[in-house]
């Protein structure tokens, strides 16, 4: 299975200033067909999860433009170009190149 | 618009069977491969398998391989994911999602929650 590691896994952020999450895999996520299949998806207090980027850096519809992903091969990166109040929550990296699909830990973001 | 309902929450007893319902609506059910993930108290995400509702194929991790069976009834837009043998580091939230172009989950149901207790 591969296995999805992310940093940090609690991120303090002051209103207002970025925030940034790593997540490593421990193999190329690059699949067969050419694309990679890596997932971002923001989990509230008390909520299902929600999808906010596909394919490392497409956002998912009505996902607000702070939001935003890049990387390649096993590093990627979710960054929240300035946190705002709702986006308290913890954030999964997700790959889907390969079954089992598989997620990180979590990194849990909020407020200072 | 879209949505994905859920059964009830479930206390069940150590070595029992679970079954989860989860009804499609807004969409055409047989175009859309559904998940099932779950989530112990306090952990991260699990993803179980996943089940075409237009032929019933199914793909599930290795982990529940054996105790888990997905199916589904079209003509009530439903899938089921049941789980056998149960233990109680099966009690978790369990989610639906519908599938999204081979490359995440796009609706989520708001889950049931699985108890295992003696």
Not at chain 1, 6 to 28: F, W
Not at chain 1, 76 to 87: G, P, Q, Y
């Amino acid at each position: 299975d591969i296995v999805m590691t992310q940093t940090p896994l609690s991120s303090p952020v002051t209103l207002g200033q970025p925030a940034s999450i790593s997540c490593r895999s421990s193999q190329s996520l690059v699949h067969s067909d050419g694309n990679t299949y890596l997932s971002w998806l923001q989990q509230r207090p008390g909520q299902p999860p929600r999808l906010l980027i596909y394919k490392i850096s497409n956002r998912f519809s009505g996902v607000p433009d702070r939001f935003s992903g890049s990387g390649a091969g096993t590093d990627f990166t979710l960054k929240i170009s300035r946190v705002e109040a709702e986006d308290v929550g913890v954030y999964y990296c997700m790959q889907a190149t390969q079954f089992p699909w598989t997620f990180g830990q979590g990194t849990k973001v909020e407020i200072k | 618009q879209v949505q994905l309902v859920q059964s009830g929450a479930e206390v069940k007893k150590p070595g029992a069977s679970v079954k989860v319902s989860c009804k499609a609506s807004g969409y055409t059910f047989t175009s859309y491969y559904m998940h099932w993930v779950r989530q112990a108290p306090g952990q991260g995400l699990e993803w179980m398998g996943i089940i075409n509702p237009s032929g019933g194929s199914t793909s599930y991790a290795q982990k529940f391989q054996g105790r888990v069976t997905m199916t589904r009834d079209t003509s009530t837009s439903t899938v089921y994911m049941e789980l056998s043998s149960l233990r109680s580091e099966d009690t978790a939230v369990y989610y639906c999602a519908r599938d999204f172009s081979s490359a995440s989950m796009d609706v989520w149901g708001k889950g049931t929650t699985v108890t295992v207790s003696s």
